[in-house]
T-cell receptor
Framework: QKEVEQNSGPLSVPEGAIASLNCTYS??????FFWYRQYSGKSPELIMF????GDKEDGRFTAQLNKASQYVSLLIRDSQPSDSATYLC??????????????FGKGTKLSVKP | DGGITQSPKYLFRKEGQNVTLSCEQN?????MYWYRQDPGQGLRLIYY???????QKGDIAEGYSVSREKKESFPLTVTSAQKNPTAFYLC??????????????FGSGTQLSVL
């Protein structure tokens, strides 16, 4: 059973701090990983994707991938109250009949306090 | 504007009734997906289709049915066999399964509730 695990939170950080969100995955065959942000009652929106070991930066967001440890993380620098949302981590199935499908974690709820 | 349109936004089902959720995309995407989300839970895959006239069961297909007669459309029917249908339903699409890093885009969702 392919799984993606996330701490459900809530993770509370003060405004301006760095928020660190973590995710582990079980399928070593997964090659691509995604972070989605979901506001309450809304659909997920893609923030970052990463498929190479190391760091990938986009504005205030940095995704980190360690395939040996099967670990993905998302750092949000200078956190703002508008970053308060649930963050979903997803791993892509990259082989077999369900290639292309995403396996989602249950999400981590982030709260940024002014 | 290109995108994925889901309708209706809210839907109520009576016991024993079948209801159909609409999903249309104008992104020219080959692959389309239906997910179910329960409160505090992640997304669980119901059905997916990688190409027109073909679809596959996901992890929780029981009590649901789909069709893919047109590339743009992937309607989901929640049948009376689905005993716990109350959830937020999300339709998504992508260009296809062959590309590493291929992104999934979501519609705005349909909240289904039981009367």
């Amino acid at each position: 059973q392919k799984e993606v695990e996330q701490n459900s939170g809530p993770l509370s950080v003060p405004e301006g701090a760095i928020a660190s969100l973590n995710c582990t995955y079980s399928d070593r065959g997964s090659q691509s990983f995604f972070w989605y942000r979901q506001y309450s009652g809304k659909s997920p929106e893609l923030i970052m994707f990463i498929y190479s070991n190391g760091d990938k930066e986009d504005g205030r967001f940095t995704a980190q991938l360690n395939k040996a440890s099967q670990y993905v993380s998302l750092l949000i620098r200078d956190s703002q109250p508008s970053d308060s949302a649930t963050y979903l981590c997803a791993a892509r199935v990259d082989y077999g009949g369900s290639q292309g499908n995403l396996i989602f974690g249950k999400g981590t709820k982030l709260s940024v306090k002014p | 504007d290109g995108g994925i349109t889901q309708s209706p936004k809210y839907l109520f089902r009576k016991e024993g009734q079948n209801v159909t959720l609409s999903c249309e995309q104008n992104l020219n995407h080959d692959a389309m997906y239906w997910y179910r989300q329960d409160p505090g839970q992640g997304l669980r895959l119901i059905y997916y289709s990688q190409i027109v006239n073909d679809f596959q069961k996901g992890d929780i297909a029981e009590g649901y049915s789909v069709s893919r007669e047109k590339k743009e459309s992937f309607p989901l029917t929640v049948t009376s066999a689905q005993k716990n249908p109350t959830a937020f339903y999300l339709c998504a699409s992508s260009m296809g399964r062959a590309r590493r890093g291929e992104k999934l885009f979501f519609g705005s969702g349909t909240q289904l509730s039981v009367l």
